[in-house]
């Protein structure tokens, strides 16, 4: 396995997943900004907005009722590749 590292600032513009075990929530960040506004869309799963109103993040609350692995991750990308 690889593991890459990258600045401050190209992690600002990378979505990020964090799992924490010791409170069993699941943070998908899809882009670094304040939160103007949140919302509990179902119990425990609640969706961070910013002052923009698209969404900033996703917020599982315990995760491992949810989601089979907390701790692992596959990523994998659909669709056409980016062309350079």
Excluded: C, N, W
């Excluded at 690889?2 to 924490?20: C, P």
């Excluded at 799963?45 to 989601?67: F, M, N, P």
């Amino acid at each position: 396995m690889r593991l890459e590292t990258s600045s401050s600032e190209e992690m600002g513009k990378k979505m990020k997943v964090i799992y924490d075990p010791e409170t069993d929530t699941l943070d998908l960040i899809f882009r670094e900004g304040p939160i103007a506004d949140s919302d509990e869309i179902r119990e425990g799963i609640i969706v961070d907005y910013g002052r923009d109103g698209r969404i900033v993040s996703l917020e599982v609350l315990d995760a491992s009722e949810h989601v089979a692995e907390p701790q692992s991750i596959a990523y994998e990308l659909k669709g056409r590749q980016r062309v350079p």
